[in-house]
Structures are given as structure tokens and as C-alpha cells.
């Protein structure tokens, strides 16, 4: 049973979508987009603006009329080769058999699944061919849980209407939003999926963000205080949506870039956020069409607040850790790189350490955390299938005791005002 990802202190242990025997389809669940419908609705907008492309058209034969013109292709899509192309198709079936395992049990018979140069939609079922189509551009140049999304809200379509054999209703009728409700599938006919902020989850987000601004004092005391308080009410804005039972949106988000091996230290990062800020974590496997590799990157779930907030640590954290290594560098006159590693993991440890004690202090107060029971539904339907891998860690050498040092002693620190680290900010002061 998924569990939140809580590290010990060596951060030695991270949380996995399940992967069976070759022999089999692997039950992974692969990254997607949010998949709940207490989502932000993202149909299409009233208002004149240039439609988003639809998420998918043409269920049902009936339903044929509601597909979207093709379009011509666009020139600035990037190209594949023929081999790299055939490699994309082998991996979208790959992906299909997989969550036909973990999502549908196995109750689906594979299509033919095709790429399209149509722009105006993500992707269809078409029943008459039994084939799945996926945009060509959203593949290649959005990340590929948006891929696998839609290829579940795909998958979800032809479950209603191969399985349920239900041709009576709309394309996205009540059947349909049924299935969908029930695997965490998101059942939007259009838009990319994107987490949205409420304008309370803004204020809060605006008050920490001008909490930590004073964490920049030169004044040691007042630097602390302004970070622990910047903390303590991103906890008690937790609890008080825990204790009202407030109805909760849950989302995701994939941080930093997909790579073929996850580091020591990345792997602490990952329960610095899942036991400090809100957020269930999991390394989740994905493909990259233009390189013909598969890789692992992060994935967080939680309230689109708690992801905001989530994201930022993990940008800020990789920042300073790097930098510090450069002082490190610098100061111990070292040339190569050779125990960057180990520094970088020294450094996670040490703030993991720190955020632990300060932990303590909050518990000494009253404030507790016991999980969030809605977003670890959520997280279970997301990913039914989950495994805890254990991992050996660097050698606690010297490098590694003075990343230690430098750790404890990091404070979090807004992003300068318009700067934008990867992307990853907080949402600006409003006027």
C-alpha cells in the first residue's frame, strides 16, 4: 500500500511505481496530468479568446461530428527520424499496456495507436478503426505525463465504449465522468492541465513569500524568526484546512529534468519535501522522443499551494547546494569535481537535520501534522501500485561532513524579484 514518502536521516530509501517482470505489462502507472475532478475546470473559455486544443473528440460513432477539422501540420514541430518515431509508437504501447494493468485490469483489447499532425486537438478515441491517435506536437514538445494523460483519458473513452458498451451518451456524458472519477482520470474535454491557484492559496503563498524576504536580514535573530514564522503558517494554514474539512483541490507537478540515475542527494530532497512540506512524493519513470531514452524524474501531489511552495524549495535547495560547493572549491583550493557528489549530499542531510529539530520545536507547541487522509486517497489512485527501494548511500567523508556543516546552516530565501529559477517562483506581490 503507497505510503508518504518519509525519510530516515540517510535519505536511503525512495518510493517507486511498481514495475513487474518483463513477462508482463508493468503496473506503472506512468506521471500525468491531475487526474481528480476537484480540479480547477479547464474547458474551454467562454470568452472570444483563441480555443485550447481539445483534449480528445469522436467516442462513439455518433459522436464523430464533434471531431475537430485536422490540421496542417505546423513547420517549427520538431522532426523524428523514422527509427526514433517507431521507438515513440513501441513506447506508447508500452505505456497503454501498462495502465491498461494498473487502471483497468486488464479489460482492454489494444488499438492501433497512431500520431497525428492535427493541431486542434490532444488526442481521440476512434472507435470504427479502434485506434488511439496522439497529437504529434504534444508529444514532442510537452513533458510526457501530459502524454500519458491523455492517453488515459483516451484509454478511458474506449473502456466506455468497447467494455460498458454504453453508444447512448455524449462522448464526455455521465458514464464516461464516472470511469474517470473512479481511476483519477482527468475528464476534461480540453486545455493542458495545469495546477491553479485559489486567490486564498495567493495570500498565503504572498505572506510567506514576504516572511522569508526578512529571512534575508543581516540580523542573524531576526533572520531565524522571520523563517521559522514563515514555516509555522504554512503549517497552521495546513491544519486549518485538515481540522474545517474543507474541500481540497489536488494536482501534481514533475520537478527538475529527467535523468537516467537519481543521486543521493536528490533522493534527500525528495524527503525534505515529502515530510516538510506537504506533499507526497514519487519517482516516476518517463520517456524523451528526441533521445530514444527512458528516464526517472520527481513527481509531488498536493494542493496547488502546497506544490507552489514545494517547487520553490526544490529549486532554492539545488541552487545552494551547488553554490556552496563552489565556496567549498574555493576555499579548500580543490580543482575537480570528484567529490561534488558527496558534498551535495552532505549539504541535503544537513538541512534535512535542521528542518527536523525545527520540527520538534513546532510539535513542543501543539502545531502536529498527521497527513493529509484526502491527498493520500488521491495519491493511491493515482499510482495503485508502489514500491520503497532501497539505496546505498555516499561515503561520510570529509567532503561529506563539510556539506553536512553547510547545510545546517541554510536559511530558504525568496527569488529575487522577476528572477524566475527554472521557472520556479512564488507568485509576485500584487498591488
Not at 241 to 257: D, N, V
Request: charged share 25%; with cysteine.
Amino acid at each position: 500500500m503507497p505510503q508518504q514518502l518519509s525519510l530516515p536521516l540517510d535519505a536511503r530509501t525512495s518510493a517507486r511505481t511498481d514495475a513487474p517482470p518483463a513477462s508482463s505489462p508493468s503496473p506503472i502507472p506512468l506521471p500525468a496530468s491531475s487526474a481528480t475532478p476537484t480540479d480547477e475546470p479547464r474547458a474551454a473559455s467562454p470568452d472570444p479568446a483563441p480555443a485550447r486544443p481539445d483534449r480528445t473528440e469522436a467516442s462513439p460513432p455518433s459522436e464523430a461530428s464533434e471531431a475537430s477539422e485536422a490540421s496542417e501540420a505546423s513547420d517549427d514541430v520538431k522532426q523524428l527520424s523514422a527509427d526514433l518515431e517507431a521507438a515513440l509508437v513501441r513506447e506508447l504501447m508500452a505505456t497503454y499496456q501498462q495502465v491498461n494493468y494498473s487502471h483497468f485490469r486488464r479489460k482492454l483489447q489494444p488499438p492501433s495507436i497512431l500520431l497525428s499532425d492535427a493541431t486542434g486537438r490532444l488526442g481521440r478515441w476512434i472507435s470504427d478503426a479502434r485506434a488511439i491517435e496522439i497529437s504529434r506536437r504534444l508529444v514532442l514538445e510537452k513533458p510526457w505525463g501530459v502524454v500519458v494523460e491523455v492517453l488515459k483519458h483516451e484509454m478511458a473513452h474506449q473502456y466506455v465504449f468497447e467494455v460498458l458498451k454504453v453508444t447512448s451518451e455524449t462522448a464526455h456524458g455521465p458514464r464516461f465522468r464516472e470511469v474517470c472519477e473512479k481511476l483519477g482520470i482527468d475528464a476534461l474535454a480540453a486545455g493542458m492541465p495545469t495546477a491553479v491557484t485559489s486567490a486564498e492559496e495567493n495570500r498565503i503563498l504572498e505572506r510567506i513569500a514576504r516572511l522569508m524576504a526578512l529571512a534575508e536580514s543581516a540580523n542573524v535573530h531576526e533572520a531565524e524568526s522571520a523563517m521559522a514564522a514563515a514555516q509555522r503558517l504554512m503549517l497552521k494554514y495546513n491544519l486549518d484546512l485538515e481540522q474545517a474539512r474543507a474541500t481540497r483541490r489536488y494536482s501534481f507537478r514533475h520537478l527538475g529534468k529527467p535523468t537516467g540515475r537519481v543521486t543521493e542527494s536528490e533522493r534527500i530532497v525528495s524527503g525534505i519535501l515529502g515530510k516538510h512540506f506537504f506533499v507526497e512524493v514519487i519517482w516516476v519513470p518517463v520517456y524523451l522522443p528526441l533521445e530514444g531514452k527512458r528516464g526517472s524524474v520527481m513527481e509531488i501531489c498536493g494542493t496547488p499551494a502546497n506544490l507552489e511552495m514545494a517547487a520553490y524549495v526544490h529549486a532554492f535547495l539545488l541552487h545552494t547546494a551547488e553554490q556552496l560547493w563552489l565556496a567549498h572549491k574555493r576555499d579548500q583550493r580543490i580543482q575537480g569535481n570528484r567529490d561534488r557528489r558527496t558534498f551535495l549530499a552532505g549539504v541535503m542531510l544537513g538541512f534535512l537535520e535542521k528542518l527536523n529539530t525545527e520540527r520538534k520545536r513546532e510539535i513542543s507547541k501543539g502545531l502536529v501534522w498527521v497527513q493529509d487522509a484526502d491527498l493520500q486517497s488521491f495519491y493511491r489512485t493515482r499510482y495503485p501500485h508502489v514500491h520503497h527501494v532501497k539505496h546505498t548511500g555516499n561515503q561520510r567523508t570529509e567532503a561529506h561532513a563539510h556539506g553536512r556543516e553547510a547545510g545546517r546552516r541554510i536559511d530558504l530565501r525568496p527569488p529575487l524579484e522577476g528572477e524566475s529559477r527554472r521557472g520556479l517562483m512564488l507568485p509576485p506581490k500584487r498591488g
